[in-house]
């Protein structure tokens, strides 16, 4: 048996295609969904992530601001643009991009940002919302992983979903979502992470496995049940004198040989990857639509 595949791009193609109507709804009423990104910085990562966003924003008819902040930026400056982006009436959702310089407090720049505007979905009151059930905003990639399950037909209700990592951004959302009721969830989830001391245990009782633990070809094909379903958020660069940049890109699984073992498989690139600002997009289109409600 070998996995059949599932493609982020597949699925982000059909979600845009779902947009670009909401998004036709919305400029007939005279709104104009608004998405700015602020980069303070050089990261080279950051960089490549801001200009796509702001593609996509242009791709699909949407208002785009990105702002472009110096390394040196403080503290102030930083919160003073995030209060004037909270203001603009023309944007209706935001982010700044992280990691922040290390002057600059994380936390208080998150907490700064208007929960309404927050389509990142780190502010408390939106991780609070999602975590009850009554969210706002989902946050991008756990969103993804959940529309490319719900999307390939993977039934997740009464399902062991088993996720290796727990950080805010991936591991924790996607075991609060995957847990709520309603579609995409219904699951009785785990969460294993660095000082699980049965892991390989705890992954292999997995119907459904959700990877996001940055560790290149972590979960080998021992780690994986037969017939799993397994979603490999990781992107991790890796030295292939091979290629002709010297590195290529792998997941926290391994690919080839989890395959063979499991039903559904993610690859890395050109699986989780396309959904996060596919997610991010509709985060930014259900602010717009919030304002004309």
Partial sequence: MTAKLILGKEVSEEIYGELRQ??????AR???PGLAVVLVGEDPASQVYVRKK???CEELGMKSLTVLMPEETTQEELLSKVAELNADPSIHGFLVQLPL????DEEAVINAI???????CFHPSNVGRMLIGNPDFLPA?????????????????????VVVGRSNIVGKPMAAMMVQKGAGADSTVTIVHSRTPNLAEMTRSADILIVAIGKPRFVTADMVKDGAVVID????????PTHPKGSRLVGDVDFEAVKEKASYITPVPGGVG???ICMLMANAVRAAERVVE
Avoid: W, Y
């Fill in 114 to 120: 208007d929960p309404s505007k927050d389509v990142d």
């Fill in 54 to 56: 702001g593609e996509m």
């Fill in 22 to 27: 909401r998004i036709e709804a919305l400029k």
């Fill in 233 to 240: 958020v990781g992107t991790n660069r890796v030295a292939d």
């Fill in 101 to 104: 310089p290390d002057h600059i």
């Fill in 30 to 32: 005279g709104v104009t």
């Fill in 274 to 276: 396309p959904m996060t």
């Fill in 141 to 161: 990639t756990p969103a993804g992983v959940q529309q490319m399950l719900v999307r390939s037909g993977v039934d997740t209700a009464g399902k062991h979903v």
